[in-house]
Nanobody, 116 residues
Framework: QVQLVESGGGLVQPGGSLRLSCAAS????????MRWYRQAPGKERELVAG????????NYADSVKGRFTISRDNAKYTVYLQMNSLKPEDTAVYYC?????????WGQGTQVTVSS
């Protein structure tokens, strides 16, 4: 069955960096665009970044442009989110996602906390 397993979250000081990973299985990873979302306490889930199936096209929320980079390794069935210059407002649970036949699939999420 479809599985998305995020990892790499943690506690980091403002200005620090983290690299999130999402390991995928149970579907043909290299034909689907992938996305990272986040959800902060009391807020709606928001799209952070997306990447095309081959990795040649990416898009970002304005709030993370220039600081976050999404990438993928289709041979490893993994999508990444490199997060630099982290801010307290980046604190959230981060989820990877893809859509197949109008059904959204989600991982369990990984907590990112930016605090001094």
């Amino acid at each position: 069955q479809v599985q998305l397993v995020e990892s790499g979250g943690g506690l980091v000081q403002p200005g620090g960096s983290l690299r999130l990973s999402c390991a995928a299985s149970g579907f043909t990873f290299n034909i689907y665009p992938m996305r990272w979302y986040r959800q902060a306490p009391g807020k709606e889930r928001e799209l952070v970044a997306g990447i095309s199936s081959a990795g040649g096209s990416t898009n970002y929320a304005d709030s993370v442009k220039g600081r976050f980079t999404i990438s993928r390794d289709n041979a490893k069935y993994t999508v990444y989110l490199q997060m630099n210059s982290l801010k307290p407002e980046d604190t959230a649970v981060y989820y990877c996602n893809f859509e197949r036949r109008q059904v959204d699939y989600w991982g369990q999420g990984t907590q990112v906390t930016v605090s001094s």
